[in-house]
């Protein structure tokens, strides 16, 4: 699917759907614990469909309902899955699951995607070795899926990378399910609030954990069980910073609703990352965001996201428009996403008139520089595919955007959404 994007604005509300995030951990945690967990506002597309998959391979028993998801969980006891898990998109199903096969006697083939099988797991699997689990790539020296689990999960102490805090979370989720105390020591802790995330939903389901501050030992006592309950997903602050870029680079006048200004998603910085360009943007009141375009937007600033990595590819086109250098660091795990969203950013607003440059784990842009128009890929990364509709919004040209279908994987409803706020949108159907 192309979309072709017309330079214009966005004017009205707009709400953001549940968060992919919240939503793959309740799915995964339903499907542990004992009894009937409801699941209000889940994400119903692309990553948060695979966790449901992934629920019902293991044994769970799900209900889809509208805008609610009832999963009859195993209470620990789980099947061996009949056929091979297919992930398809999602890295954050994949590597949450690949722990949870751990605690299963008998083997499970789990992969994903071309994607997918791109990107590395060998830390994980070489954790839950440690841990008294059995676990292979079947392919080596790639480092990547397809891999292999066979149970039991004992425990024991374990030392793992934190640069990615999916490997941290996979091994925190399953823990309190193995037979023995687990340690987890992390080496290179970042995207210490997606671990946060992690925690949180923990001990809403009743496992508490012993963690320090710094986010680099954790003490997880093994035989628990995890406990049913009715919980409501709140709006992905990561698919916010779609709209809230493209609001502050055009003159438009937009509300985000649905929001949870509380909630531990580190993505929610983005709004304070936004004021400091210079962007008109206030909450206006306690779930609802207010951002009117136009303002002139000052760089000059060093922003790190080495806990907020998904948000490089709406922030790397806002800067394109602000007066001054703005630096990106703290960018090596950004670089190991769905696609390295460093050089892919790098070069496709470099194309369309932007002056990006990446030195080392970081990212530089000069501003701010006309985005004409042109015809770029998402390369199959469906954060790409949404940044690069906000800078076509900006653009002086017509901006055609291929292979975007892959929005939907983390934001069902994002064109007509864009849409319905005025955004001159055209879709086009890929032909057979």
Request: with cysteine.
């Amino acid at each position: 699917m192309n979309v072709h994007v017309k330079p214009g604005f966005l004017k009205g509300s707009l709400q953001v759907p549940g968060s992919k995030s919240h939503t793959i951990r309740s799915v995964l945690l339903a499907t542990l614990a004992g009894g009937r967990t409801c699941i209000e506002n889940p994400l119903a597309s692309g990553d948060g469909l695979s966790a449901l998959a992934a629920s019902r391979a293991f044994g769970a028993i799900v209900k889809e309902e509208e805008n609610r998801w009832v999963v009859q969980g195993r209470g620990g006891i789980l099947q061996v899955p009949s056929n091979v898990l297919d992930t398809g998109n999602s890295g954050t199903t994949t590597c949450l699951f690949t722990s949870v096969a751990s605690l299963v006697d008998g083997y499970t083939v789990i992969t994903g995607d071309e994607q997918i099988r791109r990107r590395p797991i060998l830390p994980l699997v070489d954790a839950l070795n440690a841990l008294g689990a059995t676990a292979f790539l079947t392919r080596g020296g790639q480092g990547c899926p397809p891999v292999v689990v066979k149970g039991v999960l004992q425990g024991g102490t374990v030392t793992i990378e934190g640069k990615n805090s999916q490997y941290v979370s996979s091994l925190l989720l399953s823990a309190p399910l193995a037979k023995r105390t687990t340690v987890i020591q992390v080496v290179n802790a970042l995207e210490k609030p997606y671990v946060q995330l992690t925690l949180d939903w923990m001990k809403r389901l009743g496992i508490e954990v012993a963690n320090p501050a710094d986010y680099t030992q954790f003490v997880v006592e093994g035989g628990q069980q995890y406990q049913s309950g009715d919980f409501t997903i709140p709006s992905d602050w990561s698919a916010v910073a779609f709209p809230l870029v493209a609001a502050a680079i055009t003159r438009s006048d937009l509300v985000l609703t649905g929001l949870d200004f509380s909630d531990s998603q580190g993505d929610k910085r983005v709004v304070d990352i936004l004021a400091r360009f210079g962007a008109n943007v206030y909450r206006q009141n306690e779930s609802e965001l207010h951002i009117v375009g136009g303002e002139r937007l000052k760089g000059g600033l060093t922003i790190d996201l080495s806990d907020i990595p998904d948000a490089l590819p709406a922030l790397s086109v806002l800067a394109t428009q602000a007066e001054g250098r703005t630096v990106f660091v703290n960018l090596e795990h950004v670089r190991q996403k769905e696609t390295d969203r460093v050089a892919e950013m790098t070069a496709k607003l470099n194309s369309l008139g932007c002056s990006l440059h990446m030195e080392q784990d970081s990212l530089v842009v000069d501003g701010p520089t006309a985005i004409q128009g042109g015809i770029v890929s998402s390369s199959g990364d469906h954060r790409i595919a949404m940044a690069l509709v906000a800078a076509g919004l900006a653009a002086e040209g017509e901006v055609v955007i291929t292979d975007a279908q892959c929005a939907d994987v983390s934001f069902p409803g994002f064109f007509s959404k864009f849409a319905a706020c005025g955004a001159g949108l055209l879709i086009e159907e890929a032909q057979d």
